[in-house]
């Protein structure tokens, strides 16, 4: 029996036992359950209960058994539920006189053990385990962040797209438009010859004509067409051709009949027109 009740018995964890003296009943109440019965002993005191207030469950048995001890000064009230009165019994047991200090903090948890290992290798285990919980969680928030800046990019990359280059009927540019085009709506090559200007030719010398062709390929040299100017920005160009000197030697006979210069064909580049100039001594000629 303890001192302050005569019909109940002290557990090791803090729980009570009350004996029924009537049926002899021995009934186990735990450390939750008498915190829960003294909040609920205060609020009847208070007479702060009403029918909508939560009655701790066996808070009836509870109190019938602890009052049966009529020569203790410490008493719980009485609740009616049909009648809602609220019935003050004796004084209030002091809470740290029903529930011993050692039994109101709940135990500490036990230190994760690993059979066959010293404290020093728990321990390193115990760090290198939060450590990759901690490395885990840093990897899972950079990816998060990651796909959070690829969106908000996309989004600005788009708004920026729309609010740029709206695609309406009446800001649309007909790049097709002949005012809008260097040779007037159609092709280069079609210009060039609008303009008079040859695009593919050959060149022949005044012997005749042969199938022995002389493959010269300088485009690279006055490729593309060269402008009139800086300042036109209308996409005309110049009509001076770019000129290509050839020099073809051959022994030279005043006394004789002028020496028959080879003919020879030269195919350029049908980009562009070109001015060939034979530098023959003192007999040369042009051809285009």
């Given at each position: 029996?303890?001192d302050?009740?005569?019909?109940?018995?002290?557990?090791?964890?803090?729980?009570?036992?009350?004996?029924?003296?009537?049926?002899?009943?021995?009934?186990?109440?735990s450390?939750?359950?008498?915190?829960?019965?003294?909040?609920?002993?205060?609020?009847?005191?208070?007479?702060?209960?009403?029918?909508?207030?939560?009655?701790?469950?066996?808070?009836?048995?509870?109190?019938?058994?602890?009052?049966?001890?009529?020569?203790?000064?410490?008493?719980?009230?009485?609740?009616?539920?049909?009648?809602?009165?609220?019935?003050i019994?004796?004084?209030?047991?002091?809470?740290?006189?029903?529930?011993?200090?050692?039994?109101?903090?709940?135990?500490?948890?036990?230190?994760?053990?690993?059979?066959?290992?010293?404290?020093?290798?728990?321990?390193?285990?115990?760090?290198?385990?939060?450590?990759?919980?901690?490395?885990?969680?840093?990897?899972?928030?950079?990816?998060?962040?990651?796909?959070?800046?690829?969106?908000?990019?996309?989004?600005?990359?788009?708004?920026?797209?729309?609010?740029?280059?709206?695609?309406?009927?009446?800001?649309?540019?007909?790049?097709?438009?002949?005012?809008?085009?260097?040779?007037?709506?159609?092709?280069?090559?079609?210009?060039?010859?609008?303009?008079?200007?040859?695009?593919?030719?050959?060149?022949?010398?005044?012997?005749?004509?042969?199938n022995?062709?002389?493959?010269?390929?300088?485009?690279?040299?006055?490729?593309?067409p060269?402008p009139?100017?800086?300042?036109?920005?209308?996409?005309?160009?110049?009509?001076?051709?770019?000129?290509?000197?050839?020099?073809?030697?051959?022994?030279?006979?005043?006394?004789?009949?002028?020496?028959?210069?080879?003919?020879?064909?030269?195919?350029?580049?049908?980009?562009?027109?070109?001015?060939?100039?034979?530098?023959?001594?003192?007999?040369?000629?042009?051809?285009?």
């Amino acid at each position: 029996m303890s001192d302050l009740h005569a019909f109940m018995t002290r557990q090791n964890d803090g729980s009570i036992v009350l004996r029924n003296t009537v049926s002899d009943a021995r009934v186990l109440f735990s450390v939750e359950e008498l915190r829960a019965y003294h909040r609920f002993d205060a609020l009847v005191r208070q007479y702060a209960v009403t029918q909508d207030s939560l009655i701790p469950g066996g808070y009836g048995e509870f109190q019938t058994l602890w009052n049966s001890d009529c020569q203790n000064r410490y008493q719980f009230s009485e609740y009616r539920t049909l009648t809602e009165d609220c019935i003050i019994h004796g004084a209030p047991v002091p809470f740290d006189t029903l529930i011993p200090r050692s039994s109101q903090t709940p135990a500490a948890p036990t230190k994760a053990t690993f059979p066959g290992l010293s404290a020093d290798r728990q321990d390193t285990i115990q760090e290198l385990l939060w450590e990759s919980a901690a490395a885990s969680l840093r990897k899972k928030e950079w990816i998060e962040k990651k796909k959070r800046e690829r969106l908000d990019k996309r989004a600005t990359r788009n708004n920026h797209t729309d609010r740029g280059s709206p695609r309406t009927k009446d800001t649309f540019v007909d790049r097709g438009s002949p005012r809008h085009h260097p040779y007037g709506g159609i092709s280069k090559a079609a210009g060039k010859k609008k303009a008079g200007r040859r695009t593919n030719f050959d060149c022949r010398s005044e012997a005749g004509r042969s199938n022995n062709f002389v493959d010269d390929r300088l485009a690279a040299y006055f490729d593309p067409p060269i402008p009139s100017s800086s300042s036109s920005g209308l996409g005309s160009y110049s009509n001076d051709l770019p000129v290509l000197t050839l020099s073809a030697t051959r022994s030279w006979n005043p006394g004789r009949e002028p020496t028959h210069i080879p003919h020879a064909c030269f195919h350029l580049s049908r980009a562009h027109s070109w001015i060939i100039q034979f530098n023959l001594g003192p007999h040369h000629f042009w051809s285009s």
